[in-house]
């Protein structure tokens, strides 16, 4: 059973199931397995775990090759309760028009957008863009300059204007000829860029805007901090990792391939309180902005919506909340979750053409550092 | 192997030291920590908060009578609060007292750079007792509190348990510390630094251990009670709160209901001491919703 040979197919297996593991692996379970013997089938099973694994959403895969490779006895496997294991969705062929067009569209990116394109889109519409012109407005998204606010980290660094002495390079300093203390170096605190964390609403309503977005997001991301994103309709899904992909049709046509119900009955209250209960201590430092997508038609409970608006906003810095529909003429947030998570919303913003955006990021420019209550 | 594991040379004898000592660890962590120690090798443990990650580097510096070295991380940590740091009021005064004997001229930098200078943090007197041919136990809390910049510090360190410092030469452990590194996961730790490491999820126990638990923590439990109270954590776990409650918070509740002279879980004590248990309003809330009597079992 822990023949070289047998633990190299085991260690490509792990590999190919998509648990990393590192060249030299395959030399450690061997280490391991005559360290804690042969004998008991489960001090293996541990031991190997221990060794190639690196977070626990990874076991299931883990326990699967385990057992494809060492028998089938599983009552051995130890099922890992908690966290819930991130949910799976399906994968989606729907949308496949994207995936096949790509090597075109890639060009249509770079393609020029003159001035006079630029003005005639600014106010369009996402939904009522033709093909060519949601080209266009990506490659304007795409070229986008702007700098998001910063905020205080509490790491320091030196300076000579710094609040604060910094002591060892003072006394350093003063270790030269003359021995006296010259001057007293100072440090102060390094600026850092704030983490965005962004929500979309990918029902029916809402598919052309969160898509835009998306590219939007994805065009930004060098620029933020660290940016996780998700996506809902029925229930919420991350898509951080398919958006970290250079290229932005690959990124969102692999965001299309792991979100199914691009247009199912909308739950918002349930997929915030997802994101509370799931990811908020995950990948909430750093005191985020919460930029949520959504033109609030909600099937679900407004009281839950509320709830877990409250809790989303207690745990970031601000929530900025996207309408594609604020900005027509004569709107008022009447549907019953937009007025159930107005009050806990920061900044309400229209979403639906390009001088929208420019609000958004005139409004990401300009967050303070420090909230205002 | 040198002999300083010579009592914990297999996985029952890691799971027996741990129990002599109260902590009542289930298999797969014995494996863990007896494949760190054999492999040298820095066990990361990750969980929720109070599952009694800490406690397994209190319990394993017991068992190996090591130093337990400790190092709180925080944002905003940085290599002289980790590793090393001068003291400056006294280079500063050394400085005046040779101004002051006229040995100005012929001073040296080493005067006042030396090792009589430096303040060690742990991450720098886990290596200098490494050094001198301890093998202490380091333990570096919460890293995902610390920021990226430093777990990239840390890797580098992890891989050879050496520290150079400029002015007085570089310190090697003579063999790796033994390293324990916990997480509650508010962010994911780079990949990069958890392959270095032995990785185990430390679970929340199930009835049977966490029984054990409270009757091993507290001595003159009643059974009957600490399997109420078992069950009832195990019934609060799977009600989706936002912050499911730990075994410190088991042990805290057991404490609670003992010192209020509590027999039996029943609706009442449960809505008397969930403070106890739960430290969200909405979770709290919640439970009252759905009814105490579930919770104690006497629906």
């Known amino acids: ?373 | 192997m040198a002999p300083r594991v010579a009592e914990v040379r297999s996985v029952e004898a890691v799971l027996e030291a741990f129990a002599d000592r109260q902590y009542v660890a289930d298999r797969s962590l014995g494996v863990a920590v007896y494949l760190a120690l054999e492999l040298g090798r820095p066990l990361f443990l990750e969980g929720e908060a109070g599952v009694g990650k800490t406690e397994v580097a209190k319990v394993l510096a017991a068992v190996l009578d090591s130093e337990l070295i400790r190092l709180q991380c925080y944002e905003g940590l940085d290599v002289n609060h980790a590793l090393y740091e001068w003291d400056y009021a006294r280079q500063m005064l050394a400085i005046r007292i040779i101004e002051a004997r006229g040995e100005g001229s012929h001073a040296q930098v080493g005067d006042i750079m030396s090792r009589d200078y430096l303040i060690p943090r742990p991450l720098l007197q886990a290596i200098e007792a490494a050094a001198e041919g301890a093998r202490p136990v380091l333990l570096i809390d919460e890293l995902d509190r610390a920021d990226e910049e430093f777990e990239a510090y840390l890797l580098e360190l992890l891989s050879d348990f050496q520290v150079t410092i400029p002015e007085i030469g570089t310190i090697a452990a003579k063999e790796p510390p033994v390293v324990i590194i916990t997480s509650n996961r508010t962010r994911e730790i780079h990949d990069a630094l958890k392959r270095r490491c032995i990785y185990h999820w430390v679970d929340y126990p199930d009835f049977d251990r966490e029984v054990e638990i409270i009757t091993t923590k507290i001595p003159d439990m009643d059974e009957r009670l600490a399997r109420q109270i078992a069950a009832a954590m195990q019934t609060l776990r799977s009600l989706e709160l936002f912050k499911p409650p730990g075994v410190a918070e088991t042990l805290d509740w057991a404490r609670a209901l003992r010192v209020l002279g509590s027999r039996d879980l029943d609706a009442s004590s449960v809505e008397d001491t969930l403070g106890v248990v739960l430290k969200y309003r909405e979770d709290v809330e919640r439970v009252l919703e759905l009814g105490p009597d579930r919770v104690a079992g006497t629906e």
Do not use: C, K
């Not at chain 1, 190919?16 to 061997?30: C, K, Q, S």
């Open chain 1, 1 to 373: 059973m822990t023949r070289p040979e047998a633990l190299v197919s085991f260690v490509r297996a792990l590999r190919d199931a998509g648990i990393p593991v590192g060249p030299t692996v395959a030399g450690e379970l061997m280490a391991a397995a005559e360290l804690v013997g042969l004998a008991d089938a489960h001090d293996v099973y541990h031991a190997f775990r221990a060794l190639t694994v690196t977070s626990v959403e990874q076991v299931p895969t883990f326990n699967e090759v385990f057992v494809r490779f060492f028998g089938a006895d599983d009552s051995h496997l130890v099922t890992v309760t908690s966290p819930a294991p991130p949910r799976t969705w399906s994968i989606h062929r729907g949308r496949e028009e994207g995936a096949e067009g790509e090597g075109d569209e890639e060009a249509e990116d770079d393609a020029f957008v003159g001035a006079s394109a630029r003005e005639r889109l600014a106010t369009r519409d996402f939904a009522t863009l033709t093909p060519e012109e949601v080209a266009e407005v990506r490659a304007l998204i795409a070229r986008m300059v702007w700098h998001p606010a910063f905020t205080w980290s509490r790491r320091r660094r030196p300076s000579r204007t710094g609040d604060r002495p910094d002591l060892r390079r003072t006394l350093r300093g003063s270790v030269g000829p003359e021995g006296d203390l010259l001057r007293v170096a100072t440090s102060e605190r390094r600026i850092r860029r704030r983490p965005l964390i962004f929500i979309a609403d990918v029902s029916g309503s809402m598919e052309r805007y969160a898509e835009m977005l998306l590219y939007f997001a994805h065009a930004a991301r060098g620029r933020l901090g660290r940016l996780e994103a998700f996506v809902f309709s029925t229930r919420l899904t991350r898509i951080t990792r398919p958006l970290q992909r250079r290229d932005p049709s690959a990124a969102i046509a692999e965001v299309a391939e792991t979100v199914t119900d691009w247009s199912g009955g909308t739950q918002i209250g349930e997929a915030i309180r997802t994101f509370n209960v799931e990811w908020s201590r995950r990948v909430g430092r750093g005191s985020p902005i919460a930029l949520i997508v959504s033109d609030g038609w909600d099937r679900g409970e407004p009281a839950l919506l509320a709830a877990e608006m409250a809790r989303l906003r207690r745990s970031v810095h601000r929530v900025v909340w996207l309408n594609p529909l604020a900005g027509r003429p004569g709107y008022a947030p009447e549907t019953r979750g937009m007025r159930a998570a107005l009050p806990y919303v920061d900044d309400f913003l229209p979403a639906a053409n390009l001088t929208d955006l420019a609000t958004l990021i005139e409004l990401l420019e300009s967050v303070p550092a420090r909230r205002i209550a």
